[in-house]
């Protein structure tokens, strides 16, 4: 079954500085994957997507991640952080078969400090 | 338009009991995923329904239940409650399949088991 795996549990940047937050998938084919934020207390919104095409994939609130097959990666990135975007976020892939089954990653915890 | 409401936001029950949490999905939207959040195994998918059909099922024991209504509105259901399903629980709606359409999650329902 597909698998993705955020290595890091907890990141801390500066705002202003730029974020980069992992993600590895494991799959043969070319997967679909997903970028998730939660805020505390709230439920989970969507920064982007991929399923083909360009590699680079721009989303909501300033967010881009980038596909890259040779390394099995999916990493999300923004040039510079707001204090808002202290979060959780997860990166996700659907479960081949059944278009609409979600695996999640365990998370990375987001703080900024200003 | 309205947003994925969950009810009711916070539930305390005892082991053994029994417990119902509702889900009302974003106005035509037909389909409804539920997932459990927890500490220790972050999130997993537990069901989702489509059309009152149940389409796609997680790991979970049988104690887990669901259903959907002719008014997409879905109902899921956790008896013999375990200090282990202590847990958010989040419903997801949106138009159909993940991979085509996207997925919108409510704040979710926290439920302790005492």
């Known amino acids: 079954a597909q698998s993705v795996t955020q290595p890091d549990i907890h990141i801390t940047v500066s705002e202003g500085a730029s974020l980069e937050l992992r993600c590895n998938y494991s799959?043969?084919?070319?997967?679909?994957l997903f970028w998730y934020v939660q805020s505390p207390g709230q439920g989970l919104q969507l920064l982007l997507k991929?399923?083909?095409?360009?590699?680079l994939v721009q989303g909501i609130k300033g967010f881009e991640a980038e596909f890259k097959r040779s390394q099995s990666s999916f990493n999300l990135r923004k040039p510079s952080v707001h204090w808002s975007d202290a979060a959780e976020y997860f990166c996700?892939?659907?479960?081949?078969?059944?278009?609409?089954?979600?695996?999640f990653g365990t998370g990375t915890r987001l703080q900024v400090t200003l | 338009k309205a947003g994925v409401t969950q009810t009711p936001r916070y539930l305390i029950k005892t082991r053994g009991q029994q417990v119902t949490l509702s889900c009302s999905p974003i106005s035509g939207h037909r389909s409804v995923s539920w997932y459990q959040q927890t500490p220790g195994q972050g999130l997993q998918f537990l069901f989702e329904?489509?059309?009152?059909?149940?389409?796609n099922k997680g790991n979970f024991p049988g104690r887990f239940s669901g259903r959907q209504f002719s008014n997409s509105r879905s109902e899921m259901n956790v008896s013999t409650l375990e200090l282990g399903d202590s847990a958010l629980y989040l419903c997801a709606s949106s138009q159909g399949l993940v991979i085509s359409y996207e997925q919108y999650f409510g704040p979710g329902t926290r439920l302790t088991v005492t």
């Open positions: 991929y399923f083909s095409g360009d590699t």
């Open positions: 799959y043969g084919a070319t997967p679909y």
């Open positions: 996700a892939v659907v479960e081949t078969g059944t278009a609409s089954k979600l695996t």
């Open positions: 329904y489509f059309s009152e059909t149940q389409r």
